[in-house]
C-alpha cells in the first residue's frame, strides 16, 4: 500500500489506528508474490476504497482535540506466555486470553478487547514502518490491534464500522538493544517456517512508551486484504527505541514485511 494519502488529522493533544487480520481474507494475498499490493485491488475490491491506510501524517494538517487519556489495562497479565506465530506476512504476538487486555477512553466509542499485536519492519535502519510522519519512515512500527466488545470477536467486528482499534507505535534507532524488545525478537529464528510458533513473555506494557498522551487520530482500514475501511487508527507520537543490531537481526532471520 505505497499510495499514501495526505490526511486531517485529529491531533488529540495526543494522536491514535490499527491495520490487518492476516489470513482472514478469502484469495491468496501477499506484499511480494501475485503482483504484490498492486494488484490487491483486482482480487479485493474494497481496497480501492477511500480512506485506506497506511497513511502519511502530515502533522500540518492535523488539527487538536483534547479527547482525554487513554486506559490501557492489563497488557502485561495478557502478554505473559503468549503465543508468538509466524504467519507468513508478519509474526503474529495472540493476546486474545484471560484476563482480558483492553483500552477505552481517548475518543473511542467504547471498550475494545486486545487481540494480538504484530510488527513491521524493513531491510535495514531507514525504511519499514507502514505509515510515514511528514513524508519520513521509521525503522520499524508495532500495531496492537484490539475489536470493539460490542461484538464477540476479531472477525465479526472486522466488518463492522469502527469495529477495530488498532494502536500504532513508530521505532527509532538507539545506541543500546531494547531489552524488552530482544526478549521477543529472539525467538523468532525459532519460528522461521510459516505457521510455527514460540512462547513468550512478552511483556507488552513495558514495550510501550511511558509517554501515550499525544498521538494521531483517523479513520481508515486494514492495511493487507480485505482492506476494510473499519479501523479507528491512534498512532503515538512517542516512539519505542530500537538499535541498529536488533533491526539488522530481522531482516536476515525472517521475511521483509512489505
Ligand atoms: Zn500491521
Redesign the pocket.
Known amino acids: 500500500m505505497l499510495n499514501y494519502k495526505k490526511i486531517l488529522f485529529l491531533n488529540l493533544l495526543i494522536f491514535i489506528f490499527l ?2 487480520v492476516a489470513g482472514s481474507s478469502g484469495g491468496n494475498w501477499s506484499y511480494m508474490e501475485y503482483g504484490g499490493t498492486k494488484k490487491w485491488k483486482y482480487t479485493f475490491h474494497t481496497c480501492t476504497g477511500k480512506k485506506q491506510s497506511p497513511v502519511d501524517i502530515i502533522t500540518a494538517l492535523t488539527f487538536n482535540k483534547n479527547y482525554g487519556p487513554m486506559e490501557i489495562v492489563n497488557y502485561d497479565e495478557a502478554s505473559a506466555q503468549i503465543l508468538l506465530t509466524n504467519a507468513g506476512t ?1 509474526v503474529v504476538a495472540d493476546l486474545h486470553k484471560d484476563p482480558k487486555a483492553k483500552i477505552s477512553g481517548a475518543g473511542l466509542p467504547s471498550v475494545y478487547f486486545a487481540h494480538s499485536f ?1 510488527f ?1 519492519w524493513g531491510s535495514g535502519d531507514g525504511f519499514g514502518s ?1 505509515h510515514f510522519k511528514d513524508g519520513t519512515s521509521f525503522p520499524m ?1 508495532m ?1 496492537i490491534v484490539h475489536y470493539s466488545s460490542t461484538y464477540s470477536n476479531l472477525e465479526e467486528a472486522a466488518h463492522q464500522p469502527e469495529g477495530l482499534a488498532v494502536l500504532g507505535f513508530f521505532f527509532t534507532i538507539s545506541t543500546v538493544n531494547n531489552t524488552i524488545l530482544q526478549g521477543i525478537i529472539e525467538k523468532f529464528p525459532m519460528i522461521k517456517a510459516v505457521g510455527s510458533n514460540a512462547k513468550v513473555d512478552a511483556q507488552l506494557g513495558m514495550l510501550i512508551p511511558k509517554d501515550i498522551t499525544k498521538y494521531y487520530r483517523y479513520s481508515g482500514s486494514l ?1 493487507t486484504p480485505p482492506c476494510s475501511e473499519t479501523v479507528i487508527w491512534t498512532i503515538f507520537e512517542s516512539t519505542i527505541s530500537v538499535s541498529s543490531l536488533q533491526v539488522n537481526f530481522l531482516h536476515p532471520h525472517l521475511f521483509i514485511d512489505r
Open positions: 491495520r490487518e508478519t504484530h513491521h507502514e512500527e500495531h492495511t
